[in-house]
């Protein structure tokens, strides 16, 4: 009797050591509850991807989708700190219509005891020539049966991709404006936060990227990057990001004009490696 006690007792410790180990990581790894960023390009630029036009813009800024032409689909997956309690995976669906882009995708992360899980559903396209625009709603849940047991609410977020020239784009994108709860007792709150960034196309092998990140609860977070193509069918790719210091780098091989397939990997200096790895097939007509 005793013996399935100390068992019981040794679970429950076993539990809790692990919502608070995943939490500690959590602090370190995401500055925001709710976003996450996703596509292997866009972690090996250090996540400098407000104005980066693919379709994992679906989780990076919905305005930047309205530059699909084709039926695309992408799935990402990332382990932080090759932790299987810290995996993140997710999808994007985006269809052109004939004015606009719609879009599906979704996103889950964490392991069994922790997890959380967004889908949505967007709508992007172009106001002129120059300037375009996405918006999103999405459903947000977090299960934390120790804690929280499942919470769910509902999200939007938008953003704006302008267009300098050919070769410099400005972007803006703003997650959960409305500052939507997570639980309600305890107050806490999905995290709101704001990304401004540019995009140069140096010349048709390099483009230079660089963006701010503002959580209205942590500091600001400066964030740059570096694609340079040796060939048409080669990319190689680098970013270091602040608060906290982490250096990124990755290439991707554009297997064809349909397929892409990339890999990459993010370091923090304390807490280490965050291998990913994301696949795009394009429909082309």
Request: charged share 15%; net charge positive; aromatic share 16%.
């Amino acid at each position: 009797m005793l013996k399935v006690k100390f068992n019981r007792v040794k679970k429950l410790i076993n539990h809790r050591f692990t919502f608070c180990f995943v939490f500690i990581l959590t602090g370190y790894t995401s500055f925001s509850q709710g976003i996450y960023f996703s596509g292997s390009r866009s972690n090996s630029l250090a996540n400098a991807s407000v104005c980066i036009t693919d379709v994992y813009s679906f989780h990076n800024n919905p305005a930047n989708l309205s530059y699909i032409e084709d039926v695309t689909i992408g799935i990402s997956y990332e382990n932080r700190f090759l932790l299987k309690e810290l995996q993140n995976q997710s999808f994007t669906v985006a269809i052109p219509l004939k004015y606009g882009v719609l879009s599906f995708g979704g996103n889950t992360f964490g392991y069994q005891t922790f997890r959380t899980f967004k889908s949505g559903v967007g709508y992007s396209m172009f106001l002129t020539n120059e300037l375009s625009m996405g918006v999103q709603m999405n459903h947000q849940m977090v299960r934390l049966p120790e804690a929280y047991g499942i919470s769910q609410t509902i999200t939007g977020e938008f953003g704006f991709n302008y267009a300098l020239n050919s070769d410099w784009n400005i972007g803006l994108a703003i997650f959960n404006l409305g500052r939507n709860k997570l639980t309600v007792d305890p107050d806490d709150r999905y995290s709101t936060t704001m990304r401004l960034g540019t995009k140069y196309q140096v010349s048709e092998r390099t483009m230079l990227v660089a963006e701010l990140e503002k959580d209205i609860e942590h500091p600001i977070r400066s964030k740059i990057g570096i694609e340079y193509l040796p060939t048409k069918k080669l990319a190689f790719r680098g970013g270091f990001a602040t608060q906290p210091i982490e250096l990124s780098f990755g290439l991707g091989w554009i297997i064809s004009e349909k397929y892409a397939l990339d890999f990459g990997t993010q370091y923090h200096q304390i807490l280490g490696w965050s291998p990913n790895i994301s696949f795009k097939y394009a429909f082309v007509k």
